[in-house]
């Protein structure tokens, strides 16, 4: 039985200019608004953290947290 990917949110590991897929999903969840980000449009994350951001000000946002 083949899964559908479609809706579920997976879980990655963060590296420096790219991601490695942990767990498949379709989209990932902005640390900062809650927003979900689809794969193709992840831009924005901390290696430090592992998390995600939807945006530039969403990083600088949790930058400024730390």
């Given at each position: 039985?083949?899964?559908?990917?479609?809706?579920?949110?997976?879980?990655?590991?963060?590296l420096?200019?790219?991601?490695?897929v942990?767990?498949?999903?379709?989209?990932?969840?902005?640390?900062?608004?809650?927003?979900?980000?689809?794969?193709?449009?992840?831009?924005?994350?901390?290696?430090?953290?592992?998390?995600?951001?939807?945006?530039?000000?969403?990083?600088?946002k949790?930058?400024?947290?730390?």
């Amino acid at each position: 039985m083949l899964m559908s990917n479609k809706g579920r949110v997976a879980r990655l590991h963060y590296l420096p200019g790219t991601f490695r897929v942990l767990v498949p999903g379709d989209h990932v969840v902005c640390a900062v608004t809650h927003a979900p980000i689809p794969l193709a449009d992840l831009r924005y994350w901390s290696v430090d953290r592992q998390e995600a951001y939807v945006s530039a000000e969403a990083s600088l946002k949790a930058e400024r947290k730390d």
